[in-house]
């Protein structure tokens, strides 16, 4: 069975480091040992209401944003869910079969719909049916996840397993997930108890795909720390969730160890890693800015690459959907010529 990734990211906007660090610099490495499909996952955007021309113009800056970090669209499929219809009829499938009792275990909906459940969009609800869709329209064998969305893959697994049970054929595999050992997770520069996000009202609590040279250096300059020196080994971090935030960074930038990237700073003052930080990020970043500025100003370009992708990869789903259909009974007439 061909070894197949199905990565997505929300088209939300305002990329930032720990996007990159997080997700996108990993997905960038697999290419070299899997068949990947990286979507911009724009049905699950619309489970919360969005301005239709913010949407459109995410869409893009996502895309642009894939491209310039070294995805190659050539040799694997990038494109927009919303594209391939396939994503939408599968995910009612697996509507039918999933448990309510399966969804209303999902953390991550309590948490996105707070106290007022009942007011939340059965989108959100049933965003984790489409989630499994988006992988196994594609069989996919692998997906990349965080912490955030283990529970979510398992939920995948759990409707591959019980189709293949209802209907006694093993049409999808089971996904497996792919722990990212190098994976980075990226805190706010203004407090290292939180995630770095989009969503912070404060710009400079992230360093954005966009930023420029003056602006990174700033941001670090700004960044929240503690007043003492720099610790001499990894247990001197504990409590200190700034100064292992920006080391974890720098760590992740120079392509060093944490262990390594503590020696280097052992007693100094935060001025020392924040001044070479600064080199680092803006030595990474800025090839990849150049070519996603680039791109942002050629629409043509990215949305050319986006509609190959999407014809790719309904050529890829069309197969599967077909098996779908005649295993669970569905009449295909055949068309009269």
């Known amino acids: 069975m061909t070894q197949r990734i199905f990565s997505g990211v929300q088209p939300t906007g305002n990329l930032h480091l720990g996007n990159y660090l997080g997700a996108i610099r990993n997905w960038v490495a697999l290419q070299d040992q899997y068949e990947c499909l990286f979507c911009v996952v724009d049905l699950h955007a619309i ?20 491209i310039a970090s070294g995805i190659d669209a050539k040799k694997h499929i990038i494109f927009n869910q919303s594209q391939v ?39 959100l609800f049933a965003y984790p049916n ?10 996919g064998t692998h997906v990349p996840v965080g912490e955030d969305q283990k529970q ?52 400079l609590s992230r360093i ?34 700034e100064a292992r935030n920006l080391l974890g960074i720098y760590a992740a930038l120079a392509d060093v160890t944490m262990d390594d990237a503590i020696a280097e700073f052992a007693g100094q003052q935060f001025s020392a890693l924040k001044g070479r930080l600064s080199d680092v990020a803006v030595a990474s970043l800025a090839p990849i800015q150049e070519e996603y500025t680039r791109l942002l ?10 509609a190959d992708g999407a014809e790719r990869a309904t050529a890829l789903a069309e197969p599967v959907l077909r098996e779908v259909q005649d295993v669970i009974g569905f009449l295909r007439p055949k068309k009269a010529r």
């Not at 969005?50 to 894939?66: C, W």
């Not at 049409?171 to 994976?183: C, D, H, N, T, Y």
């Not at 100003?297 to 986006?306: G, I, R, T, W």
């Open 47 to 66: 489970t919360v209401w969005q301005d239709p021309d913010a949407l459109r113009k995410s869409t893009r800056e996502v895309a642009a944003a894939l």
């Open 85 to 123: 219809s396939g994503h939408a009829e599968l995910a009612w499938i697996f509507n039918c079969v999933a448990r309510l009792g399966w969804l209303g275990r999902m953390t991550q909906f309590k948490e996105k719909a707070g106290k007022d459940q009942e007011a939340a969009s059965v989108g």
């Open 130 to 139: 489409l989630m499994a869709a988006d992988i196994l329209l594609y069989k």
């Open 152 to 203: 979510h893959l398992e939920l995948a697994r759990d409707i591959a397993q019980k189709f293949n049970h209802d209907y006694k054929k093993d049409v999808f595999p089971v996904p497996e997930p792919l722990i990212l050992g190098s994976a980075t997770r990226v805190m706010s520069l203004k407090d290292g108890t939180s995630k770095m996000s989009k969503s912070d009202p404060s710009d």
């Open 208 to 241: 954005n795909m966009t930023d420029d040279t003056d602006t990174i250096v700033r941001k670090i300059k700004k960044a929240k720390t503690d007043p003492d020196l720099l610790p001499e080994n990894a247990a001197g971090l504990e409590g200190r969730p």
């Open 297 to 306: 100003a050629d629409k043509a370009q990215v949305d050319a690459v986006l």
